[in-house]
């Protein structure tokens, strides 16, 4: 079926930015994407699993206090890709990051990315 798979992780210094992408690939892929929420989680080292960020099918977006006004969730529908511009980041923001798709209704379809690691560092 459809599968999600994030790219633009690595290491970055405090600071800098960072563009993750998640791409939708799959013969339904095409045809589905504009019926999930698509969303940004990340884990850190000995930490719980966090949303950082969101964006519903409708194209409302939600972001953690501890990011809001650095990063910027988007989608492209003709790509079937949703994005995350991580922009001023910081040591704390060092995490495995992770795409998330739901149904807009059905929320207990989802599908996840095998996530990309994020490290900020000088």
């Known amino acids: 079926q459809v599968q999600l798979v994030e790219s633009g992780g690595g290491l970055v210094q405090p600071g800098g930015s960072l563009r993750l992408s998640c791409v939708a690939s799959g013969r339904a892929a095409g045809n589905t994407f504009s019926l999930y929420d698509m969303a940004w989680y990340r884990q850190a080292p000995g930490k719980q699993r966090e949303l950082v960020a969101g964006i519903t099918s409708s194209g409302s977006t939600n972001y953690a206090d501890s990011v809001k006004g650095r990063f910027t969730i988007s989608r492209d529908a003709a790509k079937n890709t949703a994005y995350l511009q991580m922009n001023s980041l910081k040591p704390e923001d060092t995490a495995v990051y992770y795409c998330?798709?739901?149904?807009?209704?059905?929320?207990?379809?989802?599908?996840w990315g095998q996530g990309t690691q994020v490290t900020v560092s000088s």
């Open positions: 998330n798709a739901a149904h807009y209704v059905f929320t207990r379809m989802q599908l």
